[in-house]
């Protein structure tokens, strides 16, 4: 008997892959992150990681980085001593004026 809410597209392996992205995009928050990169480390094509990881995680690959990305911005703010600039920079963030807009836009609808 099938439990009632089971999807075997996204329950057949979706769960490791996703918790493997998940990993990946955490030890490479400094760095570059695409969706063509985790596909590419998944072993997938881009367009099919792509729909595997918004079935699972319920959410698009590059949202998910945004936010993890800003909320470690903001723990790093709030539990540190270190500038703006390095904390930006620690989350993958070259451009200080695209960070500021990205954080604003997270945090207002993270605060919603």
């Known amino acids: 008997m099938v439990a009632s809410g089971y999807d075997p597209a996204v329950c057949?392996?979706?769960e490791s892959v996703v918790n493997?992205?998940?990993e990946y995009i955490s030890s490479h928050l400094s760095g570059e992150i695409s969706l063509d990169l985790a596909a590419r480390h998944a072993?997938?094509?881009v367009s099919a990681f792509s729909r595997l990881f918004k079935r699972a995680a319920g959410i698009r690959f590059s949202d998910f980085v945004r936010r993890l990305r800003i909320g470690h911005a903001c723990r790093l703010l709030t539990t540190?001593?270190?500038s703006v600039a390095s904390i930006r920079r620690a989350c993958g963030y070259g451009?200080?004026?695209y960070?500021?807009?990205e954080k604003i836009h997270?945090?207002?609808k993270i605060s919603k």
Do not use: E, R
């Open 99 to 101: 960070w500021l807009a």
């Open 95 to 97: 451009n200080a004026s």
């Open 43 to 45: 072993g997938m094509s």
């Open 106 to 108: 997270w945090t207002d």
């Open 20 to 22: 493997d992205a998940i």
């Open 12 to 14: 057949s392996g979706a």
């Open 80 to 82: 540190t001593n270190q």
